[in-house]
Every structure is written in structure tokens, then in C-alpha cells.
């Protein structure tokens, strides 16, 4: 239930900041996008788009520099806030996961059994980890190298989904009729539907967060050796693993991958 409660809180926060953003993106001002944030020369970055901006530039930006370096302090500070509080894809592809193992909530919103052995409630355990979203970010900078311009960026279902609430928004307050107002849904959903586990297995950005969000020392759980059956007493429990709505496995990092750590 403390689980469900929190899920609708990152929920509602990610809900508040995509409509303060897009409202705001309509505004004199504006206040930029899920791309760029801020105002005009004071704009944090994605540091995807930052740094694959400048590898088709060929030259370091200092607004992409700083937005890097910045994005990953906070990374190393709390992990991965974006990920966890403000990215919308993370809560559209756990919609898609509802009922696979990770995923307890969708199962009339009970854990299946209580997490009582870690001592924080979530993210990682130790170290980084190497895995196939590390293989499409190279593939992200390296297309872009080749191109000339930021490849992944066209399919980034991140940029697609703010995209497309600007289209809806423009269709419904202007009449604006494009064919991307179909088009870039019609993307979104073919990566949720074919790319399930997009978060876990495929988003660079998610990659290149969790090269430094392991060296986060703020939120890590811990696990409790006397509670912890594995540990203390050296069962062949997974409890923990299977009542984590992320699928995250204290004991076996390597096994189990979040949007959190
Ligand atoms: S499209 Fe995606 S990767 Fe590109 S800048 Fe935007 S959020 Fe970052
Ligand atoms: S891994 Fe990528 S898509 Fe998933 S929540 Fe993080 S930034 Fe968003």
C-alpha cells in the first residue's frame, strides 16, 4: 500500500511537471521542454542531447558541458531523480508491464509479500553495471558521429511523448492539424509494445545516468543480514526481488537493472 501510495505520488509529480512544462512552452517566456529546461542561456540540458549536440557539432557547447556536468552530480547525489520522479515513459511502460513479475501493483495494487529486509526502500545495491542499453548509447553517440546530427533524438520516446502533448495541445487550442500528432503516439506506442522493457534493457539515457547514479551513496538500500533469510541464514529466498515493483535484486545486481538506481 506505502508502495502504491508512492507510485501515485511520482505519478502525479511527473503529471504536474509535463503540464507546468508544457504550459509553459506556451507562454511568452516559455520554459522549454523535457529537452532543454530553463530559460534562454540559463537551460539545463538533457545530457543525452547534450552531448550528442556536440559530437554533431564537433565542439564542446558550454551549455552542453555545464548541463552534463550537472545532470551528472545530481546523479551522483540522488540517482536517478529523473528517472524515478519525472520521466513520463517510465510510468507509460510500467502501464504496459502490469502483471508481469515485477510488477505487484497490478495485482488489485498488493505487494506480494512485504519488503522487510532492506533497510531503504529503493534503487540498487553496488557498483556499475555494464549491460545492453550501455551497447545502444554507443550506438547513440556513434550513429550521430556518422550522421551528423542526433539520430537517436527522432526516436526517443521521451522527446516524442513531450512532442506530442505540445501537438495535442496546439490541435485543441489552435486547430493545428499535422500528421505527427498520429505519428509520434503511433511511435511511442510501438516501443512500449515491442521495446517492453525499454527502461531496463534499452534507453541510453537510463544508461548514461546509471554510469554515475552507481556511485550514489544517498539513497541505497541495505539489507538487514539478521532479517534477510538469503543472508543470515543463507536460504535460496527472492522474496525481495519478487515484492520489488522494479525487479530489483539486492543480491544479485547484475540480475536485476532499475529506472532507480
Ligand atoms: S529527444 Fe530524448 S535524448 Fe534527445 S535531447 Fe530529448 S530527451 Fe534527450
Ligand atoms: S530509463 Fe530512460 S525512459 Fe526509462 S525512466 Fe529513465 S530516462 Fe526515462
Not at 506556451?26 to 530559460?39: L, R, S
Not at 534493457?201 to 537510463?206: A, T
Not at 539513497?219 to 543470515?232: H, N
Request: aromatic residues 8%; charged residues 15%.
Amino acid at each position: 500500500m506505502k508502495k502504491l501510495k508512492t507510485y501515485r505520488l511520482r505519478f502525479l509529480i511527473m503529471l504536474a511537471l509535463l503540464a507546468v512544462v508544457a504550459v509553459g512552452y506556451f507562454t511568452a517566456g516559455g520554459i522549454g521542454n523535457f529537452c532543454g529546461i530553463g530559460f534562454e542561456s540559463i537551460t539545463l540540458l538533457c545530457p543525452l542531447g547534450a552531448l550528442l549536440a556536440m559530437i554533431a557539432e564537433r565542439t564542446a557547447i558550454p551549455m552542453a558541458v555545464i548541463s552534463v556536468a550537472v545532470v551528472l552530480l545530481v546523479c551522483i547525489v540522488l540517482g536517478k531523480v529523473f528517472c524515478a520522479w519525472a520521466c513520463p515513459v517510465h510510468f507509460l511502460s510500467r502501464g504496459r508491464k502490469k502483471g508481469d513479475k515485477g510488477d505487484k501493483e497490478g495485482k488489485g495494487g498488493k505487494v506480494a509479500s512485504p519488503c522487510s529486509a532492506c533497510a531503504s526502500p529503493c534503487g540498487k545495491a553496488k557498483g556499475i553495471k555494464i549491460d545492453s542499453r550501455h551497447g545502444i548509447l554507443a550506438a547513440a553517440l556513434g550513429s550521430t558521429l556518422v550522421f551528423g546530427f542526433p539520430v537517436f533524438c527522432l526516436v526517443c520516446p521521451i522527446g516524442l511523448t513531450f512532442a506530442t502533448v505540445l501537438l495535442v495541445m496546439r490541435l485543441f487550442a489552435f486547430g493545428d492539424a499535422t500528421w505527427t500528432v498520429v505519428a509520434f503516439p503511433a511511435i511511442i506506442a510501438l516501443e512500449i509494445l515491442l521495446l517492453p522493457k525499454w527502461c531496463q534493457r534499452f534507453c541510453p539515457l537510463g544508461a548514461l545516468l546509471s554510469l554515475f547514479s552507481g556511485l550514489n551513496r544517498t539513497f541505497r538500500p541495505q539489507v538487514d543480514a539478521e532479517k534477510c533469510l538469503r543472508e543470515g541464514r543463507g536460504k535460496a529466498c527472492n522474496l525481495c526481488e519478487q515484492a520489488c515493483p522494479e525487479g530489483i535484486n539486492l543480491h544479485d545486481v547484475a540480475a536485476g537493472e532499475t529506472t532507480l538506481n
